[in-house]
């Protein structure tokens, strides 16, 4: 079975502009969480969504949001982005809402200039 | 004070040794841990999870929890070159802020190198 897919694998970008980032879960999976990781720290919670509604959302400014659509698969918006917003972009999947065994995907990479 | 602390190293070791890796956390509440593994620019690859305090083996690995002293560790024995990347503890579970279930509270990850 294939695992956790992410689009696109690197993006470069300038400050102002907007991106969207994609992820498509393990099949079968109905949640799908996003984590930020900045260069040298760990993964920050930014969504999670299960069955298509958000399940909770971490400290992150309103310029973030995400949707997940009938297939499961999601993408996460942010808008005016800043130098600050550089980083690795997770997604992970899991069976069901608890976090208990969440799979990562390999990451968006994304660079603001 | 960070809900999840972790030393980030980095811990470089000898092929065969025997590593230890650990972190603390300040939420009583959290239930589960997990321990990721995550080689450089690719996502965490879940290595193991353990259920409230004990101990859970797995191959070369072994996971402890102490719940008491909100302390885990990760003991990697017979350490080979392949081991080599980025461990990140992780924890889960109803915080005082009621945040989600399937929120992931992550330390910043140790370092490990072992040379041949």
């Known amino acids: 079975d294939a695992g956790v897919t992410q689009s696109p694998t690197h993006l470069i970008k300038t400050r102002g502009q907007q991106v969207t980032l994609r992820c498509s879960p393990i099949s079968g999976h109905k949640s799908v969480s996003w984590y930020q990781q900045v260069l040298g720290q760990g993964p920050q919670f930014i969504f999670q969504y299960y069955e298509k509604e958000e399940r909770g959302r971490g400290n992150f400014p309103d310029r973030f949001s995400a949707r997940q659509f009938p297939n499961y698969s999601s993408e996460l918006n942010v808008n005016a982005l800043l130098l600050g917003d550089s980083a690795l972009y997770l997604c992970a999947s899991s069976n069901g809402q608890g976090a208990r065994e969440q799979f990562f995907g390999p990451g968006t990479r994304l660079t603001v200039l | 004070q960070k809900e999840v602390e972790q030393d980030p190293g980095p811990l470089s070791v000898p092929e065969g040794a025997i590593v230890s890796l650990n972190c603390t956390y300040s939420?009583?509440?959290?239930?589960?841990f997990m321990w990721y593994r995550q080689y450089s620019r690719k996502g965490p690859e879940l290595l193991m999870y353990t259920y409230s305090s004990g101990n859970k083996e797995d191959g070369r690995f072994t996971a402890q929890v102490d719940k008491s002293s909100k302390y885990i560790s990760l003991f990697i024995r017979d350490s080979q070159p392949s081991d080599s990347a980025t461990y990140l503890c992780a924890m889960s579970g109803p915080s005082d802020r009621g945040s989600t279930l399937g929120r992931l509270y992550f330390g910043r990850g140790t370092q490990l190198t072992v040379w041949p």
């Open positions: 939420n009583s509440a959290f239930q589960y």
